[in-house]
């Protein structure tokens, strides 16, 4: 079973950048799509990104196209999220998840881990 584990949040200034990673420490990671999910402060969870099980797709919120960028490694059953020019609105809890691509956007089927604060001062 795919367990995830997410690290590399941090304090940043707006138009830093934070590598985000998440790692199985279960079994499977090849053969699940990947997602990031975050909460913003006082906000419902939302999609951010995804990448299919061979890196052949990936998929963006409107709101981090161009600037994030997620990607895997299936020999290390870790995912990433590159985050560059980050703004005071990604402030946010992130997570990552496993489940179905549904169009461009992930419908997760993992359970929520603890996730990795992300804060970007202004």
């Known amino acids: 079973q795919v367990k995830l584990v997410e690290s590399g949040g941090g304090l940043v200034q707006t138009g830093g950048s934070l590598r985000l990673s998440c790692a199985d420490s279960g079994r499977g990671f090849s053969n699940v799509v990947v997602g990031w999910f975050r909460r913003p402060p006082g906000k419902e969870r939302e999609f951010v990104a995804s990448i299919t099980y061979n890196s052949d797709a990936t998929y963006y919120a409107n709101s981090v196209k161009g600037r994030f960028t997620i990607s895997r490694d299936n020999r290390k059953n870790t995912g990433y999220l590159q985050m560059n020019n980050l703004l005071t609105d990604d402030t946010a809890v992130y997570y990552c998840?496993?489940?179905?691509?549904?169009?461009?956007?992930?419908?997760?089927?993992?359970?929520w881990g603890q996730g990795t604060q992300v804060t970007v001062s202004s």
């Open positions: 998840n496993y489940g179905l691509q549904t169009g461009t956007t992930l419908v997760p089927v993992g359970a």
